[in-house]
């Protein structure tokens, strides 16, 4: 049974930093695509990075440039390193993943992942 658990989130102030961690379990393949998406109060999931096996990645302009997205394939783990937080970055964070990042579909489309994390909570307050 595929899981992936997140953790690392937290409260921060504006313009501070957090690294959020997904460790995967239920999977044998270390070459699944991982992405990141968040949702804030009263709006629609948003998908705001991807990396597959090989370390491609993938972003969202709303973070491209301040969110990094890394991997440790010995311990199926990905990472999402978030940098000049923002109250707009305030969200609940999850994990998803699947085989392949980007050659099908839209690596960024929440309708393309089957297997989430229970998500952690990231707020940046001033």
């Known amino acids: 049974q595929v899981q992936l658990a997140e953790s690392g989130g937290g409260s921060v102030q504006v313009g501070g930093s957090l690294r959020l961690s997904c460790v995967v379990s239920?999977?044998?393949?270390?070459?699944?695509?991982v992405a990141w998406f968040r949702q804030s109060s009263g709006k629609k999931r948003e998908g705001i990075a991807a990396?597959?096996?090989?370390?491609?990645?993938n972003y969202a302009d709303s973070v491209r440039g301040r969110f990094t997205s890394s991997q440790d394939k010995s311990r199926k783990a990905a990472y999402l390193q978030m940098t000049g937080l923002t109250s707009e970055d305030t969200a609940v964070y999850y994990c998803?993943?699947?085989?392949?990042?980007?050659?099908?579909?839209?690596?960024?489309?929440?309708?393309?992942?089957?297997?989430w994390g229970q998500g952690t909570q990231v707020t940046a307050s001033p």
């Open positions: 990396i597959d096996g090989s370390g491609r990645t």
């Open positions: 239920g999977v044998t393949s270390t070459a699944n695509c």
């Open positions: 998803a993943i699947r085989p392949a990042c980007f050659q099908i579909g839209e690596p960024l489309a929440e309708y393309e992942y089957k297997y």
